[in-house]
C-alpha cells in the first residue's frame, strides 16, 4: 500500500493525504444521515437549522476539500495548488469560528476540538 502514499519528502504531503481521508469520511457521514453534523454543531440553536439538504451541502463542500487536498498532497511543489489547499483550512477554519462565535451552533467541547485542530 505504499504506493499510494505521496513520494514528497517531508511531513506535509502525508499531512494533506491524511486531512483528504478524513475529508471523506466526513462527506460519507454527511451524505448519510444528518446525525453525522449534529455531533459537531452542537450549540443551542441548531436543532432547528440542521437539515437533511444542509447536511448533503455540508457533505458536497467537504468533498470539494478532499479533491485539492488530494491533488495538493501529491503535488506539494505545485504553488497554485498548494495555494488552493491552504485556503481549504482558512475557509474551515473561518467556517468553524463563526459557527462557534457569531451563530452559535457549536459549542467548546468534543464536537468542535478536532474540527478546529484540523483546520488550524
Not at 74 to 80: G, H, Q, S, T
Not at 95 to 113: C, P, S
Request: proline letters at 6%; aromatic letters at 12%; hydrophobic letters at 45%.
Amino acid at each position: 500500500m505504499t504506493f499510494l502514499l505521496p513520494t514528497h519528502p517531508g511531513l506535509l504531503p502525508s499531512w494533506l493525504l491524511f486531512t483528504a481521508a478524513l475529508s471523506i469520511w466526513n462527506t460519507i457521514g454527511c451524505y448519510h444521515s444528518k446525525s453525522h453534523i449534529l455531533r459537531s454543531y452542537q450549540g443551542p440553536s441548531v436543532p432547528s437549522q440542521i437539515t437533511d439538504f444542509a447536511s448533503r451541502m455540508s457533505g458536497t463542500s467537504t468533498l470539494l476539500s478532499f479533491a485539492v487536498r488530494a491533488c495538493a498532497a501529491y503535488k506539494v511543489d505545485n504553488p497554485e495548488l498548494y495555494f488552493l489547499a491552504h485556503w481549504t483550512f482558512g475557509i474551515a477554519l473561518l467556517h468553524f469560528a463563526g459557527e462557534l462565535l457569531i451563530y452559535r451552533t457549536m459549542r467548546l467541547g468534543t464536537g468542535i476540538i478536532p474540527v478546529m485542530t484540523v483546520a488550524t
